[in-house]
């Protein structure tokens, strides 16, 4: 284990449903310690860049025209094997096939509105934090 960062986001559906303090809340709780924090009205291109790897998926219109809709909250995340503990404690991407107690779990309504991002790897991290920090933004 190491000390990492990753990339969080509260989707559009949380923010709407005024999740953000509870989900801030249970990043701290779970001992992540949020190094930086904005929150953005992504743009149709800003949401195409960040998702361009699933580009060629068939719900890549629907996910970037959900991503587009209202505000989200992106965070930097840092702690132990940041990575993975933030992907358990959101749980699988499908709410209906997350375990108890994970935020998608508690706060997700299907499969595309699941409340939260997560990077997948540290080196996807790298990239994702660098897509909307720079290095001076991290505290
Ligand atoms: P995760 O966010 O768990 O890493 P993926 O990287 O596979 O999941 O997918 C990125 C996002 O695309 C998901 O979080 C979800 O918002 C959306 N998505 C994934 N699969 C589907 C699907 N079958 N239908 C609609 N949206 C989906
Ligand atoms: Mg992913």
Redesign the pocket.
Known sequence: MARQRTLSII?PDATGKNLLGKIIGRFEEEGLRIAAMRKVHLSRAEAEGF?A??RE????D??CT??TSAPCVVMVLEGEDAVAAN?RI?G???PAEAAEGTL?KLYAA?????A???S?SPENAAIEIAYFFRTTELH
């Open positions: 989707k998702y790897v699933h998926r068939p719900f890549f629907e996910l959900f991503m992907r959101m699988e991407t499908n998608r299907s499969i595309g509105e699941n939260v991002h997560g997948d």
